[in-house]
């Protein structure tokens, strides 16, 4: 993306790959400031670290690399099923490391589905809680950004891009200038919602495939409420302080997910458990930093 950026005029933070430890603390004391260090084949936030001083910059280069990588990545596989870092172990693949200046302020995201460089249609949104700091977003709500929408419509041109992409930002504290993160070229949690002809990206995509007009429905959620994720939100706080004013996006036509989502805790509980106690076996937990 850094490579991309100024052909497109994009507003990004000062960025550069992270070859060893000692480029990295070379790159941060030139910053003088925060800097978030995040590894390639993440999501979700797991990937991301944010770190104050140099302490801190050593301490999370160490976490994503050599063994606490290794413990990590059993972390991942047992915990959430996704098996991709310790498959790139095995393999023995190097993961691509960056690392990016703080901007402080609201994450954003925008989804657009597009065909071939043209943007079809695109929803815009801003976090308002999320899992942890680096976290992803588990309560949401609609907003109107043009700036966010048009930096969007330019990548899509420049790609030729085709399909359903997402563009993560930052609004700046103080001046909601969008800074783009990361081009995500997949779906990402809001791309199913449907607000209107003009940000419903499904209904967008098959009417050019098929070459009918998107129908006219009615939005799926209405536009003023918020948004909280299933299962995300009900995790983060089972109070459900937030749920009674939010549009909660269960499946509810899929009750057997739904199970299978809300019977998910007990079996993930004891997995953890179980790998847990082997990895202390090896190494402590204070070594590894895995709680």
Known sequence: MPSIAPLVDVRIPTTALVPDLKALKRWSTAQT???????????????????????QVDAAFRSMTGMRRLVLSLKLLCS????EWFLHLVKRHRPTLTVQ?????????????????????GIAIEALVTK???????????????????VAARLVRYLGATGIFGFDFILEEGTNRA??????????QISHLAFGPERNLAAAICARITG????????SVPAHLLIAFFPQELKRD????????????????????VEAFLAKDGL????????RAMINRVMPVAQTGVE
Not at 33 to 53: C, N, P, Q
Request: aromatic share 6%.
């Open 80 to 83: 959430v099923q996704d098996p």
């Open 268 to 275: 993930m509980r004891r997995s953890k458990l179980a790998v």
């Open 238 to 257: 089972p109070s459900g302080s937030l749920l009674k004013d939010a549009y909660h996006d269960v499946p509810y036509e899929e009750p057997a997910l």
């Open 33 to 55: 400031g925060t800097v978030v260090l995040k590894s390639d084949h993440s999501w979700g936030g797991w990937g991301v670290r944010v770190a104050h001083s140099l302490n």
């Open 101 to 121: 200046s703080y901007i402080r302020g609201t994450p954003a995201n925008c989804s657009v589905a597009c065909w071939q460089g043209d943007v079809l249609a």
């Open 212 to 219: 009918n007009p998107v129908e006219n429905t009615a939005p």
């Open 132 to 150: 942890g700091p680096t976290g992803s977003a588990t309560v949401v709500r609609l907003i109107h950004n043009h700036e966010m929408m048009d």
């Open 179 to 188: 800074f783009l993160l990361e081009i995500n070229p997949r779906a990402t």
